[in-house]
């Protein structure tokens, strides 16, 4: 079981929490991607508040914040996160399709949503690989699901080519 409750939505740049959406104008400003209400093509916000598992727990657990958002932005060639905690503030990272995989599956008992990505972030040279989670709703899974075909169809798998003994 989770141990956040988690709420999905789609929405659009505006309509993400201020924080999240000032961090990613700015970042967009700063790495000159373009004007972030233009570029982003599709959006969702996923809200996390954590249960009350009780002093012990929370010392014990790595997460300080006891509640956070999460942004996750399509553009035509990028996927762009924003993560705003409570008391980690706020960070935004990306990475361009052709350099991702994705994977999206649903977690255990919680039924939540995540979307595991793997490659080089924002021109990194690191591969790298983590998930985000966003919550049970429909509105996740429909956002998901276009991200894994988006990224499939800019990114599609390499043809694997069989040695010639097994009639390749």
């Excluded at 999905?8 to 700063?30: D, G, K």
């Excluded at 014990?60 to 503030?89: E, N, V």
């Amino acid at each position: 079981m989770s141990r956040y409750n988690r709420i999905t939505r789609e929405c659009s740049l505006s309509q993400l929490h201020p924080a999240l959406s000032q961090a990613i104008r700015e970042y967009f400003q700063t790495h000159q991607f373009g004007d972030a209400d233009t570029e982003t093509c599709s959006c969702c916000e996923t809200i996390s508040e954590k249960r009350n598992t009780g002093r012990l727990a929370s010392i014990l657990d790595g997460d300080r914040d006891t509640i956070y958002h999460l942004a996750i932005l399509l553009t035509q060639d990028m996927l762009i996160w924003a993560r705003s905690g409570d008391r980690s503030g706020t960070v935004v990272t990306w990475a361009k399709f052709k350099a991702i995989r994705v994977r999206v599956f649903v977690s255990g008992r919680s039924k939540n949503i995540k979307l595991e990505i793997s490659g080089f972030m924002a021109d990194s040279k690191e591969y790298v690989r983590g998930s985000l989670e966003l919550g049970s709703e429909m509105a996740a899974q429909r956002f998901c699901e276009k991200v894994e075909k988006t990224v499939l169809r800019e990114n599609p798998p390499a043809e694997r080519k069989f040695p010639r003994w097994m009639g390749g």
